[in-house]
């Protein structure tokens, strides 16, 4: 399940938003205002994607709730944004939970915010009562053609249950459509799923889903990772 907001790989230079317009982004996302009066198409940003995702989410989650908050600032200077999104909903006896965060680049024309670059994404849904932990050892950023590893791990000893997991690469379309793929599950051993992948050959962006079944509940993840052809890139 991915975070509101779309991707993009780059932002040009624009003016930082203003604490007010962050405040009126966040208070149109939980729907006091209208996300038009805030945001307008421009670099990375579509804002009718941004409303159809939105809706999307709360009829997903009726309860979710986006916070926006002031993040640490990059390497070259530039300001960022934490977006955390969190909801809930219930399944006859089940209840889903998610947890999701971007770091973002905003840009403003002084009236509206109309560019975005996303600089790191994930998000984790969990099933069931207990609140299974898990840790996405997954990088931010990886160069064009560079195999890394993809590992999800149970932060708790399995004990003997018996776990199985899977994972597979979105589509541009299957992200932006918040769209859940099959996933053909295999038993896991040593406590989590371990892979080894290879990054695309050209810069842009590759995004996992992650499905990890449990006894004690299902764990689904998505991480997107930067694909960049400039080793600096690879901190920002």
Request: aromatic share 4%; net charge positive; hydrophobic share 45%.
């Given at each position: 399940m991915a975070a509101l907001l779309a991707s993009a790989p780059s932002l040009a230079a624009a003016a930082v938003p203003t604490s007010a317009q962050l405040q009126a982004l966040e208070a149109a996302l939980n729907g006091t205002g209208e996300l038009s009066a805030v945001l307008e198409s421009g670099p990375g940003l579509d804002l009718t994607l941004v409303e159809l995702r939105r809706r999307s989410l709360k009829q997903q989650f009726p309860d979710a709730r986006w916070q926006l908050t002031t993040g640490k600032p990059l390497r070259d200077g530039r300001s960022?944004?934490?977006?955390?999104?969190?909801?809930?909903?219930?399944?006859?006896?089940?209840?889903?939970?998610?947890?999701?965060?971007?770091?973002?680049?905003?840009?403003?024309?002084g009236g509206r915010i109309n560019a975005q670059a996303v600089i790191r994404e994930q998000s984790l849904l969990r099933s069931g009562e207990a609140e299974l932990p898990v840790s996405l050892l997954i990088p931010d950023a990886v160069l064009t053609g560079q195999r890394y590893d993809v590992d999800v791990l149970f932060d708790e000893p399995l004990e003997g249950?018996?776990?199985?997991g899977g994972l597979v690469a979105l589509t541009g379309q299957q992200v932006n459509a918040l769209e859940s793929p099959?996933?053909?599950?295999?038993?896991?051993?040593?406590?989590?799923?371990?892979?080894?992948?290879?990054?695309?050959?050209?810069?842009?962006?590759?995004?996992?889903?992650?499905?990890?079944?449990?006894?004690?509940?299902?764990?689904?993840?998505?991480?997107?990772?930067?694909?960049?052809?400039?080793?600096?890139?690879?901190?920002?």
């Open positions: 960022t944004v934490q977006l955390q999104l969190s909801g809930s909903r219930q399944e006859g006896p089940t209840r889903y939970r998610l947890e999701a965060q971007q770091q973002l680049v905003l840009g403003s024309s249950a018996v776990a199985a099959e996933l053909q599950l295999g038993a896991l051993g040593g406590g989590g799923l371990f892979k080894s992948v290879q990054a695309p050959f050209t810069p842009g962006a590759q995004t996992w889903a992650i499905l990890l079944v449990h006894p004690k509940g299902i764990v689904s993840a998505t991480k997107r990772v930067l694909v960049v052809a400039d080793k600096a890139q690879l901190s920002p």
